[in-house]
C-alpha cells in the first residue's frame, strides 16, 4: 500500500502512515473489478516505453500473453480513454479494436482462441497520462531537473498502460525496456528504474534504452518506473553467500544524506531474512528510487521513497514479503498486510533498540487499541465499503499487529516463526493471495494447537479485557492468585489469554509467571523462594488489555494490621503483639540484600544489638499466612 512518513517519533509516523495509506485507497473503493477482463488469464508483459522526463507523456508497445479461460473472440484491456491507441498486432496481423468510455480497449481477434490457448497481443499507444489523483502518472521536476515517476496505487495502471487490473491476476514475469534521451537539459545523464533486475543500457545516438527483467508474478499495480538524473549506488547484502544488491537512486542534491540513512536497510534486511525467509527477490535486488512525495510505495523490487528514515524503510520494506509475495485476499483480510507491517517495523525496534523500547512502542499500540471499547481486526461486508474502516490505524495497523505478537507469546518463538515461514511458502499461498482462515490453518498446523477461540475472541469479535488481579502469600514457598476479568464489548464472553505477571520480592527478587487463564476467578498457586511484596500486570505488554488492577487480598491486609511491631526504629530490640487466632510458626530476619540474618521459633520479644545499623524485613510464618514487616535498626 501506498505510505507517506515524514517521521517524528513513532506513533505520530505511524499516523502518518496511516493516513496516507487511506487517502490512497480511495480510487481503490471507487474502482470495480473489469468483469470483461476476467476471461483470460495473464502470463507475461514486455513492456516498452518511450518517455521524456521534460514532458508528460507516455508511448510505448505492451505486449500481453495470456491464457484463454474460455473460447475468445474479443479481448479486453483496461486504458484510459486519452491514452490513444495506434495499432493492435497480433503474429504480424493488425487486429480491430475500438476504445469506449469505460476505459476499456476492446480487440476483435481474427479468430477463436479457444479455452487453454496461449497467444499475445501488442498493442502500440501514446498519450499525455491523465493523474489519477494520487500520482499514476506524473512529470515534475526536483531541485529544477525534471523527473517523471508512476504510482499506480494499485487501480491506476490503466492510465499509462494497457493492463489487466484484477489484483487477483499476477503476471508471471515483465521485462520492461525504458527509452529516454541520453542527457537532461543540464547535460546530465538520465537514469531509468523499474521492476527487476537491470539487463542493460544501450545508447543509440542521443537516446538509451534501459532494460529490466522480472521473473516473479506481479500484479498491474505493482509495476512502475522513474526516470531523471539519479545516483546511484548500492549496499551489497551477502545472503548467506548468495549476495545480492541493495540499489538506491536518489536526487544529486539528496546524495550525502542517503548515503547515512539506507545502510541500515541491509541490517533489516538481514534481519527479515533471519526472522521469516530469504528476501523473495534475492535472484534481482532490492532498491530505493527517491520520487515527488512524502511518503514511499512498496513496488516489487523496489520501493519509491520520499524520505529515508528508519521507520519508513522498514515498513516498505516487510511489504515485500507480506503484501507482494503473499497478499490479503481480500479487504476483510487487510490486516495480514498491514498488521503484519506494522508488527516487523515493531521486530526492528526490538532487535536493533532494545527491549525497552519494544515494549514503549507496544504500550503506544496498546493505549490507541484500547481508546475506543469495540472495533474487531476482522471486517464485515459492510465495513469494506468504508475506507477509513479498511484502514483503521488502531484496528488493522496496531490491534493488527499486537494480535500478531500475542499469537507469538502464545505459540513460543519457535512455533511462530516457523508458521510465519510455513505461510510464506505455502503452496497455494506463495507469490499469491491468503486469507485469514489459510493464515489461521497454517499456525494450527505448525503449533498443533486449536486457534479457533483465539481467532474468534481476538481477530472476528471486538474489544479488550480489563483484570482485577488478587493475590496473597499464605505460606514461604507459594503465591495464590485469582485473576477476574470484564470485558469492553459483548461480542467477546471471555478472552482466554496467557497473562503474564512480574513477582517482586521484599529484596527487590523478580519471579515472571505466565497464568493460562480460562475462566473468569479463576486461582492460581505459583511456587516461590522469597517473601512477595508486589505483583507487577503485564509488564512487558504482551497483552491487550486496559483499566487492570493488583491488590493484596482484604484477608492478608487484615492479618498484616493484626500484628504489631514495635519500636520501630529502634536501637536494641524489638517487641511483637498478636493476637490470639494467629499462631506464628517461625520468624526470619533478612537484610536488604535478601540475605538470612537470623531464625528463632516464636517469641515476643528478639534482641537486635548484634545487627548492624540499617533497614530489616521480619517474615513471620503464620498458621494464616506469611507477614512481611519492615524494622529499621539506628
Known amino acids: 500500500?501506498?505510505?507517506?512518513?515524514?517521521?517524528?517519533?513513532?506513533?505520530?509516523?505511524?499516523?502518518?502512515?496511516?493516513?496516507?495509506?487511506?487517502?490512497?485507497?480511495?480510487?481503490?473503493?471507487?474502482?470495480?473489478?473489469?468483469?470483461?477482463t476476467g476471461n483470460y488469464d495473464v502470463k507475461y508483459h514486455r513492456l516498452e516505453f518511450d518517455v521524456n522526463p521534460n514532458q508528460a507523456f507516455i508511448s510505448g508497445d505492451v505486449t500481453t500473453y495470456f491464457e484463454a479461460k474460455e473460447n475468445l473472440s474479443e479481448v479486453t484491456f483496461e486504458l484510459t480513454q486519452n491514452?490513444?491507441?495506434?495499432?493492435?498486432?497480433?503474429?504480424?496481423?493488425?487486429?480491430?479494436?475500438?476504445?469506449?468510455?469505460?476505459?476499456?480497449?476492446?480487440?476483435?481477434?481474427?479468430?477463436?482462441?479457444?479455452?487453454?490457448?496461449?497467444?499475445?497481443?501488442?498493442?502500440?499507444?501514446?498519450?499525455?497520462?491523465?493523474?489519477?489523483?494520487?500520482?499514476?502518472?506524473?512529470?515534475t521536476t526536483h531541485s529544477g531537473d525534471p523527473i517523471i515517476w508512476t504510482l499506480s496505487e494499485p487501480y491506476g495502471a490503466k492510465g499509462w498502460w494497457p493492463c489487466k487490473q484484477d489484483l487477483i491476476d499476477k503476471a508471471d514475469s515483465l521485462d520492461v525496456y525504458i527509452?529516454?534521451?541520453?542527457?537532461?537539459?543540464?547535460?546530465?545523464?538520465?537514469?531509468?528504474?523499474?521492476?527487476?533486475?537491470?539487463?542493460?543500457?544501450?545508447?543509440?545516438?542521443?537516446?538509451?534504452?534501459?532494460?529490466?527483467?522480472?521473473?516473479?508474478?506481479?500484479?498491474?499495480?505493482?509495476?512502475a518506473i522513474a526516470v531523471t538524473n539519479y545516483e546511484v549506488y548500492s549496499h551489497t547484502v551477502e545472503n548467506n553467500g548468495n549476495p545480492f544488491e541493495i540499489v538506491n537512486y536518489v536526487y544529486p542534491e539528496n546524495l550525502t544524506s542517503a548515503q547515512a540513512s539506507t545502510p541500515v536497510t541491509v541490517d533489516i534486511m538481514n534481519l527479515y531474512s533471519n526472522l521469516f525467509e530469504e528476501y523473495p527477490y534475492a535472484n534481482e535486488k532490492y532498491g530505493h528510487a527517491q520520487f515527488g512525495w512524502g511518503g514511499g510505495m512498496e513496488h516489487t523490487t523496489v520501493s519509491f521513497m520520499g524520505s529515508f528514515g528508519r521507520n519508513l524503510i522498514a515498513h516498505e520494506l516487510a511489504h515485500q514479503w507480506f503484501g507482494n509475495k503473499v497478499t490479503c485476499g481480500s479487504w476483510k483480510d487487510i490486516w495480514l498486510n498491514e498488521g503484519f507491517a506494522t508488527y516487523l517495523s515493531g521486530l526492528v525496534i526490538e532487535n536493533l533498540d532494545g527491549n525497552s523500547s519494544f515494549i514503549n512502542w507496544k504500550q503506544s499500540l496498546n493505549n490507541s487499541i484500547t481508546s475506543q471499547?469495540?472495533?474487531?481486526?476482522?471486517?464485515?461486508?459492510?465495513?469494506?465499503?468504508?475506507?477509513?474502516?479498511?484502514?483503521?490505524?488502531?484496528?488493522?495497523?496496531?490491534?493488527?499487529?499486537?494480535?500478531?505478537?500475542?499469537?507469538?507469546?502464545?505459540?513460543?518463538?519457535?512455533?511462530?516463526?516457523?508458521?510465519?515461514?510455513?505461510?510464506?511458502?505455502?503452496?497455494?499461498?506463495?507469490?499469491?493471495?491468503?486469507?485469514?482462515?489459510?493464515?489461521?490453518?497454517v499456525m494450527e498446523t505448525v503449533s498443533g494447537q486449536n486457534l479457533t477461540e483465539f481467532f474468534n475472541d481476538w481477530i472476528y469479535n471486538q474489544g479488550y479485557p480489563s483484570y482485577a488481579v488478587e493475590w496473597s502469600q499464605p505460606n514461604s514457598s507459594q503465591v495464590r492468585i485469582t485473576l477476574a476479568q470484564t470485558q469492553s464489548h459483548a461480542s467477546v464472553s471471555y478472552f482466554e489469554a496467557p497473562v503474564p505477571l512480574r513477582l517482586i520480592g521484599t529484596s527487590g527478587e523478580i519471579l515472571d509467571v505466565v497464568l493460562d487463564n480460562t475462566t473468569n476467578n479463576e486461582t492460581f498457586f505459583r511456587n516461590v523462594t522469597f517473601p512477595v511484596s508486589n505483583i507487577l500486570f503485564d509488564p512487558e505488554v504482551d497483552l491487550i488489555s486496559k483499566n487492570n488492577s493488583v491488590t493484596l487480598s482484604i484477608d492478608s491486609v487484615e492479618l498484616e494490621k493484626q500484628l504489631l511491631l514495635y519500636p520501630n526504629p529502634t536501637t536494641h530490640s524489638i517487641t511483637i503483639q498478636k493476637p490470639k487466632s494467629i499462631e506464628v510458626e517461625e520468624i526470619k530476619i533478612y537484610n536488604s540484600l535478601g540475605q538470612i540474618l537470623l531464625i528463632t521459633n516464636w517469641k515476643p520479644n528478639i534482641d537486635l544489638s548484634t545487627l548492624s545499623s540499617g533497614l530489616f524485613i521480619v517474615q513471620f510464618q503464620t498458621n494464616q499466612?506469611?507477614?512481611?514487616?519492615?524494622?529499621?535498626?539506628?
Request: hydrophobic letters at 35%.
Open 625 to 634: 499466612g506469611v507477614i512481611n514487616k519492615m524494622v529499621l535498626k539506628n
Open 1 to 36: 500500500m501506498p505510505l507517506f512518513f515524514y517521521g517524528q517519533d513513532i506513533s505520530e509516523s505511524m499516523d502518518m502512515i496511516r493516513e496516507a495509506e487511506t487517502k490512497a485507497a480511495l480510487n481503490k473503493m471507487f474502482h470495480r473489478v473489469n468483469m470483461n
Open 373 to 441: 471499547p469495540g472495533g474487531a481486526v476482522y471486517l464485515s461486508d459492510t465495513d469494506t465499503l468504508s475506507v477509513g474502516r479498511i484502514f483503521s490505524g488502531r484496528l488493522s495497523y496496531n490491534k493488527g499487529a499486537m494480535v500478531t505478537h500475542m499469537l507469538r507469546k502464545k505459540l513460543s518463538d519457535v512455533s511462530f516463526f516457523q508458521g510465519m515461514q510455513d505461510y510464506l511458502d505455502h503452496v497455494n499461498l506463495s507469490y499469491g493471495y491468503a486469507k485469514t482462515e489459510d493464515y489461521k490453518q
Open 83 to 139: 491514452m490513444i491507441v495506434s495499432q493492435v498486432l497480433q503474429r504480424g496481423n493488425s487486429l480491430s479494436y475500438t476504445q469506449n468510455t469505460d476505459d476499456e480497449l476492446v480487440i476483435t481477434l481474427d479468430q477463436v482462441q479457444n479455452i487453454g490457448v496461449l497467444d499475445s497481443l501488442t498493442i502500440s499507444y501514446s498519450g499525455n497520462p491523465i493523474s489519477s489523483g494520487f500520482g499514476s502518472f506524473e512529470q
Open 179 to 223: 527509452t529516454t534521451p541520453t542527457l537532461n537539459p543540464s547535460n546530465e545523464e538520465y537514469i531509468a528504474v523499474s521492476n527487476g533486475l537491470e539487463q542493460s543500457q544501450i545508447v543509440n545516438g542521443s537516446f538509451k534504452t534501459t532494460r529490466f527483467k522480472h521473473v516473479y508474478p506481479i500484479p498491474a499495480y505493482l509495476v
